[in-house]
T-cell receptor
Framework: AQSVTQLDSHVSVSEGTPVLLRCNYSSSYSPSLFWYVQHPNKGLQLLLKYTSAATLVKGINGFEAEFKKSETSFHLTKPSAHMSDAAEYFCVVNYHTGGGNKLTFGTGTQLKVEL | DGGITQSPKYLFRKEGQNVTLSCEQNLNHDAMYWYRQDPGQGLRLIYYSQIVNDFQKGDIAEGYSVSREKKESFPLTVTSAQKNPTAFYLC??????????FGDGTRLSIL
């Protein structure tokens, strides 16, 4: 069965410092991978997606992620955190099976940005 | 603007009562989904529909029901059989093989 693990439930950074949110997945097939962001009492917004093209994926708001097949990882990074980045982030895997477009969600990482 | 509209934003249910959550999309997406979100557990799939008049159970369908009579609409009913309905419910839609777009959710609580 597919699974995705977000290694940190909470991450705290200072404004202007780099952000690293870690994600590992288990795979029997070649997956598509996504990062979504959720602000309080809101839905999820797509940050970026990997679909077997370039392994370094750039997304919105300065975020990027690198797909590393050998490490089964898809970590999310940003060079310089902003206060508005404080939110919950979900790593999501889409396995291409005959059952259609179904997603498996990680349990989320809450990002706190301090002055 | 195209998007997904969930209503109401907040909903309260009495014991033994069924309640229905609305989800409407004007993105012309074929597929629609319902998720339940509990703190620390990520999102879990309740039901999904890939085409009008057809839907499938997700991982936690017990105590819920859906219908898909129109492409734009995918309402979710939380029945009295769902013993722990307090959660944040998210509706999503997508084209086949594309990322899902989410509504802003409905927060359901028990009176």
């Amino acid at each position: 069965a597919q699974s995705v693990t977000q290694l940190d439930s909470h991450v705290s950074v200072s404004e202007g410092t780099p952000v690293l949110l870690r994600c590992n997945y288990s795979s029997s097939y070649s997956p598509s991978l996504f990062w979504y962001v959720q602000h309080p009492n809101k839905g999820l917004q797509l940050l970026l997606k990997y679909t077997s093209a370039a392994t370094l994926v750039k997304g919105i708001n300065g975020f990027e992620a690198e797909f590393k097949k050998s490490e089964t990882s898809f970590h999310l990074t940003k060079p310089s955190a902003h206060m508005s980045d404080a939110a919950e982030y979900f790593c999501v895997v889409n396995y291409h099976t005959g059952g259609g477009n179904k997603l498996t969600f990680g349990t989320g990482t809450q990002l706190k940005v301090e002055l | 603007d195209g998007g997904i509209t969930q209503s109401p934003k907040y909903l309260f249910r009495k014991e033994g009562q069924n309640v229905t959550l609305s989800c409407e999309q004007n993105l012309n997406h074929d597929a629609m989904y319902w998720y339940r979100q509990d703190p620390g557990q990520g999102l879990r799939l309740i039901y999904y529909s890939q085409i009008v008049n057809d839907f499938q159970k997700g991982d936690i369908a017990e105590g819920y029901s859906v219908s898909r009579e129109k492409k734009e609409s995918f309402p979710l009913t939380v029945t009295s059989a769902q013993k722990n309905p307090t959660a944040f419910y998210l509706c999503a839609s997508s084209l086949v093989g594309q990322p899902q777009h989410f509504g802003d959710g409905t927060r359901l609580s028990i009176l």
